[in-house]
């Protein structure tokens, strides 16, 4: 086996397709043939700025889904030939073997769901880092605490009383967090452009409304009647959206808003508002796995097969291999909505 990378040398500068070091997996990891990788706003983000990156040249890509080649000696759950999406932890391990974009990734098998065949890799290569954050975000107890989803149980009867706030449901995390609080039974409310309507319905949202009506908040509230709120989780994280979404817990008698962008000014937070904010924990409150974790292993694939879980945001797929990751970037960089860029390595 040969492994290439699209590597990012400095910031500002294009990736360069070069040949790169084949990984053997760690004894709890796997190593992946990516035949998809999905491209997120932070890769442009690291591309343009640097930020996240300790040690030059670095692999950008978190989202990649293919096919088992090798396992590490203490893994038991996947073998080779299974196939799989997973959640490239370069962003927090810093190593070359755990970035997404090449050919071949090392990745905790923690971290890896079996996909079912009538799942395509471009399409399941949509959700990892998508699914991770909203996870963290929802229902880490630091966060919102909210009991996750498991594809294999009912619904708690009580959750459909409750209510939750997902602003920005078109994009790619917020499609996820639309999907994960349906899957629990709670009610979604959300915002999106008037196009994504339905789409945010389809997903599982009881009532879409449009973020750019001076009416939205007005309409949050009186939709939420009757409900007991949960909070609200702001996708977007912009000033505006975080305004709207403080106006909204203040209406409806206060609450918590949960956000993984911690760089945005907060507005100033009446009484009864309060603001959880910062990257989802890289573990549990005893230690153990972090609830994003356990939604992988609970959910994520077997969500899939039983139709709990969709492959959102569509993928946008751009066919070609490494050489066209760099068209990708700069197309997320003017911004998609409702939809993923995804670069397909292996048909």
């Known amino acids: 086996m040969e492994?290439?990378?699209?590597?990012?040398?400095?910031k500002g500068?294009?990736?360069?397709?070069?040949?790169?070091?084949?990984?053997?997996?760690?004894v709890h990891e796997v190593l992946i043939r990516n035949h998809a990788v999905a491209i997120n706003p932070v890769d442009y983000k690291i591309q343009d700025t640097g930020v996240l990156v300790c040690e030059w040249?670095?692999?950008?890509?978190?989202?990649?889904?293919g096919e088992v080649v090798e396992v590490g000696s203490a893994v038991t759950s996947f073998q080779k030939g299974d196939r799989v999406v997973a959640f490239a932890l370069n962003i927090v391990t810093q190593s070359q073997a755990n970035g997404g974009f090449q050919l071949y990734?090392?990745?905790a098998a923690s971290m890896?769901?079996?996909?079912?065949?009538k799942v395509a890799f471009t399409d399941a290569v949509v959700l990892p880092l998508g699914l991770a954050t909203a996870s963290g975000a929802l229902f880490s107890t630091e966060y919102l605490g909210i009991d996750p989803p498991r594809a294999a149980e009912p619904i708690p009867t009580e959750n459909k009383?409750?209510?939750?706030?997902?602003?920005?449901?078109?994009s790619s995390v917020g499609s996820c967090a639309i999907q994960l609080c349906a899957a629990a039974g709670l009610t979604v409310l959300t915002t999106v452009s008037p196009k994504n309507t339905n789409y945010a319905k389809d997903l599982g949202a009881a009532e879409a409304f449009d973020y750019n009506d001076s009416a939205v908040v007005k309409n949050l509230e009186e939709a939420a009647l009757g409900k007991e709120i949960i909070g609200a989780y702001d996708a977007i994280s912009s000033e505006a959206s975080l305004a709207a979404c403080v106006d909204f817990l203040h209406a409806v008698g206060g609450g918590k808003l949960s956000l993984t962008l911690t760089n945005t000014k907060l507005p100033d937070l009446p009484e009864g508002v309060t603001v959880v904010a910062g990257r989802p924990p890289l573990q549990g409150p005893d230690g153990g796995e972090p609830i994003w974790r356990q939604v992988y292993k609970d959910f994520?694939?077997?969500?899939?097969?039983?139709?709990?879980?969709?492959?959102?945001?569509?993928?946008?797929?751009?066919?070609?291999?490494l050489g066209r990751l760099q068209e990708g970037l700069d197309l997320v960089r003017t911004g998609v909505s409702a939809?993923?860029?995804?670069?397909?390595?292996?048909?």
């Open 3 to 10: 492994n290439k990378a699209a590597f990012l040398n400095s």
């Open 13 to 26: 500068t294009p990736l360069s397709i070069q040949q790169a070091h084949l990984a053997q997996p760690e």
């Open 57 to 65: 040249p670095y692999i950008l890509g978190e989202d990649i889904a």
């Open 105 to 107: 990734t090392a990745t």
């Open 112 to 117: 890896v769901s079996l996909i079912p065949e």
């Open 161 to 170: 009383k409750k209510l939750v706030l997902i602003w920005g449901g078109a």
């Open 300 to 321: 994520l694939g077997a969500g899939l097969q039983n139709g709990k879980l969709k492959a959102k945001p569509d993928a946008f797929v751009l066919k070609g291999g």
């Open 339 to 347: 939809k993923k860029i995804v670069v397909e390595l292996m048909s």
